[in-house]
């Protein structure tokens, strides 16, 4: 069956078994992609997917099915798998349904129809040969590829919502491979939004340059640095650390930012934003994966934490307003909370007046292991990172192989200067992504040689 | 999950266009995660995933596709999307299936989908107590308990048929130990390719008792020196190490394409003559195992690295054919939406010859890690990083005080020739392992190791 006759079979399954607060999470996404080897298109790939979460609340607890099958057996089993885990559960956590009446902002879907598989094959080969002429040491194993995805994302309950959100963008990339004859080295660039728009050159440089850049690296002498993070370091350390600011860590003891509210956590240069419409978003939220409203806040406002991220249970347990950030891991996960555009307000200053500012120091371009290397809870981090010297207040020799440590919560007060380069994880191509300026911190243990 | 009818028509189909190969890949999981946070049950995730992924290859050409449906016109739309892409007459017209039975060396004694909540909450309440009541340091403890039950069946244009059931489970405790403001945290996950008997092979006291023991330790641990110095990495989950550090390099995912350090380095040396290691998917009931892999090879054990002489990739049938080398049934996807490759089973660094107690007492000053949490790696320039999550000093051939935020990080190719002393007490440890075809159960292994000399990130 389709979604809609799926959709009323589990409705009346609902009625049948005398649920009276429940709801209909829906997911759909459909993608193509291809990948270039050498000068050939050797991967082809187009997925369609969709996925169905009944949520039902059975003596004020919250239990979950999901399903990928849309037949009459699935609908029904559905409701009778989420009202046995809805008996299953403990947790004195208030649950929700929520009721209709927010005012939900709006934005304008980008135009642009979908490229054919022949348009992406073009572009992604075009892109290939760019990498293969912008320096002679790129080597075979450099590759390409081009995509394009779309997704729908609907909610209905029996409060009467009924809410959904579309996307689609294309992304091109290219991992170049670089050879010095002894080591090899490799880079990425990227592109995102619309095919049309995409420059082959310019993706084929970033990933070039990217590899390049680090030949002849060394490592550096162990001891304590003035660090310049480059945006994409800071926006991934963000991105490890986003769990902390969210209530439902902070709720369960695991957030060292819990109770910290209007307090300082940070440099009274910081301000960090968290907006479910930034402009420049591939994927955009009007509503949230409980049905409320987003909007754009203020999480920590020069320096002060003003709100962590909430649901509808975590807010109501604080005694505040959901702010719209419930969210889910997959369709088929329990509710949890995560932000949107997630990002540290620019301040000023270019790259380079950091670097000058910095003097000696060493600018961190890359760190690796996050998933491993750095724990959210703790704050603690230990990262196996690459750069550059900053040499006189400029960029100087490459260096790799050294590690970063500190602690997260620390380094948001140590902060001296941020700089007006806000740049976003050109990779993070979905609703929650962050985003950083470059910044200077001072005193930072570098183990090297 | 499709029928035979239906399974031969498309393959034909996605063979009308000139394929010299078509493969369909169909799948039924049921899975299921109880959680557990201050000490209640707080969240069940319940999910059906089903769907079917279709390959076909032209030379060293792959087209695939999915679609989450098993309905007889969606796997048919899917296989004519397929292809679609390709535009040649016909090498194949005809499939011919003959169903296989590979057998199964893994049996589940309580298969958990038929056991109901409370069953498993029990088990894991028990796990949680035990942490939680551990130490009053212990602030807050998380547990979860998973099983999956994943039903695969794979056909191909050489007239394979063959199914697989396969059954894993795994509790996770997370203890949170608190002090003057800091956090530390511990952890125990052991699971298996087994049913609810988990719990006869892992009481779920110590699994709790485990977890909340390192917590306490390193809520009590200074920092480590950064430096260069010997490391002894323990067995079990320290493997994790050989997993980074050198399995993903010897995947033909990275190896075919010329990408991997080890990339045309079959026969020579890559690593020291102490170093055996090994990839097997055949481990009866071990959490990496599987009985075929995803494109219906049967799982072997691979011997990768012999006395430090490298003997073997781990290849899957598309990468094979880039490699003119067979597939040593390694081919393996997260579910059917994402397009299979060349992965690892239960890898690990064969037993040796040296004591225990001869690794510790040979280091002057140096890290022990007793306790490995995970690590990445960059397969084309071999730098990897892990984190170590419960380290001790070594002084004077001694274990000292315990140590934490330290990492170890360096060059595949080096810490392989680094390991100079192997224990003798080879133990795996259970990990989840992501990659392009998605997050895969993978064992890693080892026994005590010792290497010479390797970088330790601290403060």
Redesign the interface.
């Given at each position: 069956m389709n979604y809609q006759e799926f959709k009323n079979a589990v409705l009346a399954a609902a009625k049948e078994n005398n649920l009276k607060d429940y709801e209909l999470y829906y997911t759909e996404s459909s993608g193509t992609s291809v990948e270039a080897?050498q000068s050939?298109?050797?991967?082809?790939?187009?997925?369609?997917?969709?996925?169905v979460c009944f949520k039902c609340i059975v003596n004020g607890k919250t239990?979950?099915?999901?399903?990928?099958?849309?037949t009459h057996e699935?609908a029904l089993s559905l409701v009778k798998?989420?009202m046995?885990?809805a008996?299953?559960?403990?947790?004195?956590?208030p649950s929700f349904i929520h009721k209709a009446g927010d005012n939900y902002l709006s934005y304008e879907a980008p135009e642009g129809s979908e490229p054919g598989?022949s348009e992406l094959a073009d572009f992604t080969l075009r892109l290939q040969s760019e990498v293969y002429k912008a320096d002679s040491r790129v080597?075979?194993?450099t590759?390409s590829a081009s995509g394009y995805d779309s997704s729908k994302y609907a909610l209905c309950n029996s409060n009467g919502l009924d809410l959904e959100d579309t996307s689609s963008f294309s992304y091109s990339y290219a991992i170049a491979?670089v050879s010095d004859g002894e080591?090899?080295?490799?880079g990425e660039g990227i592109a995102s939004g619309k095919l049309d728009d995409f420059d082959a050159a310019k993706i084929a440089a970033e990933a070039v340059d990217d590899a390049v850049s680090t030949i002849g690296y060394t490592?550096v002498p162990?001891g304590k640095y003035t660090v310049v993070f480059s945006s994409k370091v800071m926006a991934a350390l963000l991105a490890t650390y986003s769990s902390a600011f969210c209530a439902d860590t902070a709720q369960?003891?695991?957030s060292?930012l819990a109770g910290k509210e209007n307090t300082k956590v940070a440099a009274d240069i910081l301000t960090l934003t968290d907006d479910p419409l930034y402009k420049d978003a591939l994927v955009k939220r009007t509503f949230d994966a409980e049905g409320a409203a987003t909007y754009p806040k203020n999480v920590i406002e020069k320096g002060e934490l003003t709100t962590l991220l909430y649901n509808l249970a975590t807010a109501a347990k604080a005694g505040v307003k959901t702010t719209g950030n419930a969210a889910k891991a997959s369709y088929?996960?329990?509710v949890s909370i995560h932000p949107y555009s997630f990002y540290i307000n620019p301040v000023k200053g270019s790259l380079d007046d950091l670097l000058g500012a910095a003097g000696e120091g060493i600018y961190v371009t890359s760190v690796?292991?996050l998933?491993?290397?750095a724990?959210a809870?703790?704050?603690?981090f230990?990262?196996?990172s690459g750069g550059f010297k900053i040499e006189n207040g400029k960029k100087g020799k490459p260096v790799?192989?050294?590690?970063?440590?500190?602690n997260f919560f620390s380094l948001l007060k140590d902060i001296s200067l941020i700089g007006e380069d806000l740049k976003f994880n050109p990779f993070a191509l979905g609703a929650s992504r962050c985003g950083s300026p470059s910044i200077l911190v001072e005193g930072i243990?570098?183990?090297?040689? | 999950m499709l029928s035979q009818d239906l399974i031969k028509a498309a393959l034909e189909k996605a063979l009308s266009t000139g394929a010299d190969y078509a493969e369909v890949f169909a799948e039924?999981t049921d899975s299921k995660t109880?959680s557990m946070?201050?000490s209640?049950?707080?969240?069940?995730?319940?999910?059906?995933?089903?769907?079917v992924g279709i390959r076909i290859f032209k030379g060293?050409?792959?087209?695939?596709?999915?679609?989450?449906?098993?309905l007889p016109e969606a796997v048919l739309a899917?296989a004519e999307?397929?292809a679609g892409?390709l535009n040649d007459t016909p090498v194949i017209s005809n499939v011919n299936l003959t169903e296989r039975l590979f057998g199964d060396v893994h049996p589940i004694k309580v298969v958990p989908v038929s056991v109901a909540?409370?069953t498993k909450?029990d088990y894991l309440r028990e796990a949680y107590n035990a942490a939680k009541e551990y130490n009053e340091g212990i602030?807050?403890v998380?547990g979860s308990f998973l099983d999956v039950d994943h039903k695969i069946l794979i056909a191909n244009s050489d007239g394979l048929l063959a199914q697989d059931r396969q059954i894993r489970s795994r509790i996770r405790i997370q203890a949170?130990a608190?002090k003057a403001?800091?956090?530390?945290?511990g952890s125990c996950s052991p699971g298996g390719r087994v049913g609810m008997e988990l719990f006869d092979l892992h009481n779920p006291k110590e699994v709790g008792i485990e977890a909340a023991r390192e917590a306490m330790v390193m809520i009590n641990a200074g920092y480590i020196n950064?430096?260069?110095m010997p490391v002894a990495i323990e067995n079990g989950f320290g493997g994790v190490i050989f997993h980074e550090a050198c399995g993903h390099s010897l995947e033909a995912s990275s190896v075919a394409?010329?990408?991997s350090?080890f990339a045309g380095k079959l026969g020579t040396q890559i690593a020291s003559a102490k170093v055996t290691a090994i990839d097997d998917g055949t481990i009866p009931n071990a959490w990496g195992s599987i009985n075929i892999d995803d494109e219906g090879t049967p799982a072997r054990r691979n011997v990768l690295i012999e006395n430090g002489v490298l003997k073997s990739y781990m290849i899957d049938k598309f990468n094979g054919r880039r490699m003119g080398m067979e597939s040593t049934g390694n081919s393996r996807r997260q579910s059917y939406?994402f397009?299979p490759t060349s992965r690892m089973t239960n890898t690990y660094i064969a037993a040796g010859n040296d004591s225990d107690e001869d690794i510790i007492s040979s280091i002057e000053y140096g890290l022990y890690a007793a306790k490995m949490?995970?690590?990445?790696v960059?397969p084309?320039?071999g730098?990897?990083?892990?984190?170590v999550s419960e380290g001790y000093v070594v002084r004077n051939g001694k274990i000292c005080e315990p140590v934490?935020?330290?990492?170890l990080?360096?060059?595949g190719s080096d810490i392989l020739m680094n390991i100079d002393m192997v224990g003798k007490n080879l133990r795996h440890g259970q990990g989840m392992c992501g990659a392009s075809s998605g997050s895969i159960p993978t064992n890693v292994g080892q026994p005590l190791i010792r290497v010479s000399s390797i970088?330790?990130?601290?403060?």
């Open positions: 080897y050939e298109i050797n991967t082809f790939t187009s997925e369609s997917s969709l996925g239990g979950y099915a999901s399903t990928e099958n849309l699935d798998r989420s046995e885990n008996l299953s559960i403990e947790s004195d956590e598989s080597v075979d194993g590759m491979l080591n090899k080295y490799d490592s162990s369960k003891g695991l060292l088929a996960s329990p690796e292991g998933h491993a290397g724990n809870i703790t704050g603690d230990s990262l196996s790799k192989g050294f590690t970063i440590s500190g243990t570098i183990a090297g040689k | 039924h109880i946070v201050s209640k049950v707080d969240k069940i995730e319940d999910a059906v995933i089903s769907g060293l050409r792959c087209v695939s596709g999915s679609t989450s449906s098993l899917c999307k397929v892409v909540n409370s909450i602030s807050q998380t949170v608190s403001g800091e956090n530390q945290t950064a430096g260069n394409y010329g990408n350090q939406a397009a949490g995970g690590g990445s960059n084309v320039t730098q990897f990083n892990f984190a934490r935020g330290a990492s990080i360096g060059k970088t330790v990130g601290g403060r």
